[in-house]
């Protein structure tokens, strides 16, 4: 039997159908590696998707694949690639790769100017990030606005960044500064 092919894409408004399945994959994903995420609200990924800010993969029969998606900050002067999440179905067949390599694209399209950054605890998504120009940066590189850090309430690891007086935690951050590329 022949592999079914997989789409990845700009996320439709008809894709807001597989938010729930999103972030329940995004919280047992999380769990089953023992490692923080910043748990996410259907709405919030609905919006994302409504607002033309989502990478979506699925099969050619629709069904949910991969996703994630982009947010502004700072006056839109950063813009983080966030919530990265493949079903355990379709892991290792590079999904993931080609989704954070258009989850990037749209950063840069949308937002050409600004500096691109992403947090993560996981090599595959640093190595990712490494191949795309991202360079490991301190925390002071990244947003300090409340909002962004306030999603990271729901990370096991949140006691570490708050700790850390949000300095640093157990995730790296990477950055992607257009100037430098």
């Known amino acids: 039997m022949d592999e079914e ?10 894709d807001v159908l597989f938010a729930d399945e999103i972030i329940h994959e ?3 994903s999380a769990i089953a590696r023992g490692s923080g995420i910043s748990k996410r609200s259907a709405a919030s990924i609905i919006e994302k998707i409504d607002n033309g800010k989502a990478i979506v993969a699925v099969t050619e029969n629709g069904e949910w694949v991969g996703f994630s998606y982009i947010e502004t900050w700072d006056n839109e002067t950063l813009v983080s690639n966030s919530g990265l999440i ?5 892991r290792n067949q590079g999904v993931a790769s080609e989704i954070k390599s258009q989850v990037f694209a749209l950063s840069r399209q949308k937002y050409p100017e600004a500096k691109v950054f992403s947090i993560t605890s996981g090599l595959a998504i640093m190595k990712m990030n ?52």
């Open 5 to 14: 092919r997989i789409i990845v894409r700009s996320a439709l408004p008809a």
């Open 26 to 28: 995004m919280e047992s």
């Open 86 to 90: 493949v079903s355990p179905k379709h």
């Open 130 to 181: 490494s191949r795309l120009g991202f360079e490991p940066v301190t925390y002071s590189e990244i947003t300090h606005e409340t909002k962004f850090w306030v999603a990271c309430k729901s990370c096991v690891n949140y006691g570490v960044l708050q700790s850390k007086n949000r300095c640093n935690c157990l995730c790296t951050a990477m950055l992607f500064d257009p100037a430098l590329n």
